[in-house]
């Protein structure tokens, strides 16, 4: 059980960017999430592959106390999985792509007599969790004190282009009909005041209050329309960042930051 590939090219490890999994993530719900960032909090460099899902924790970010509704919800989290996965792709020509499939969880087992549920992870996939664990990891604190959804999709791809700022790139985004996708957002945001009051606005009270990071946005804007958002990120460390969400302007230059009333 569990073992990988017998042989892999370097083209096929380029695909296993610890990005692959984290925008994988966008797909699933708040409680399947939930369920990962326990896997991820387990999971450590050895040769370890099955864990049991620690139910005491998963209890905690619902304020549950009986053992038994617990299981009960987490069971019907990790049920949602069963049939489920993702692909790592690499364009390598106008037609052509190398893709490699995931399932999320080799095996499942559950045991109702003793309220555990115990999965196994393939060794490639758990290598790509560990990567992602080193560029994007965080405390099951900060995860946990995310309500809305669009802050924790948010905040994962912060932390993967966290090391990037630091040489002044940042999160540069080109195409606002690509990260609308991207997070998995409905048609009715497609108007930029809706996705600023819906996506942009929680996911900067929620992530700027209560992570270990923090972030501000240039719109860039050609003539009045924004066409484009760039991301700023630096260690919050541990300090409350007010909750009025600021936002810089940007008609080809920074023109001045202000808040932004909704």
């Known amino acids: 059980l569990g ?6 090219r370097s083209s096929d490890l380029n695909l296993l960017r610890p990005e ?3 925008e994988a993530r966008y797909s699933l719900t708040k409680r399947q999430n939930d369920v990962l960032d326990i896997v991820f909090d387990s999971i450590k460099d050895d040769n370890k592959f ?3 899902i620690d139910i005491t924790q998963y209890g905690r970010r619902y304020n549950m ?5 617990t299981y009960g919800d987490l069971k019907k989290s990790v049920l949602s999985f069963e049939g489920r996965g993702f692909l790592a792709t690499k364009k390598i020509g106008l037609k052509k792509e190398n893709r490699m499939y995931f ?27 560990l990567n992602a664990k080193k560029t994007s990891y965080y405390q099951m604190k900060y995860r946990f004190d995310f309500h809305n959804i669009y802050s924790k999709k948010i905040y994962y791809k912060l932390r993967c282009c ?35 009051r819906f996506v942009l606005k929680p996911a900067y009270e929620e992530i700027n209050g209560d992570s270990d ?3 501000e946005v240039e719109e860039i804007k050609i003539k009045s329309k924004v066409t484009s958002l760039k991301f700023h990120i630096k260690s919050n460390k541990f300090t409350q960042i007010d909750n009025n969400i600021i936002l810089s302007e940007k008609n080809h230059q920074v023109l001045k930051m202000e808040q932004i009333n909704l």
């Open 3 to 8: 073992h990988s590939f017998p042989t892999r």
């Open 103 to 129: 399932s999320w969880f080799s095996h499942i087992l559950y045991l109702d007599d003793e309220l555990k549920i115990i999965i196994e992870l393939d060794p490639t996939l758990k290598k790509l969790m």
């Open 20 to 22: 692959t999994i984290i």
């Open 162 to 196: 966290e090391n990037r700022d630091k040489e002044g790139n940042g999160w540069e985004v080109d195409n606002l009909d690509e990260l609308r996708d991207e997070l998995g957002c409905p048609k009715t945001y497609e108007r930029y005041a809706d996705f600023k």
């Open 50 to 52: 099955v864990y049991d």
């Open 213 to 215: 990071i923090s972030f």
């Open 65 to 69: 106390t009986d053992k038994n509704i």
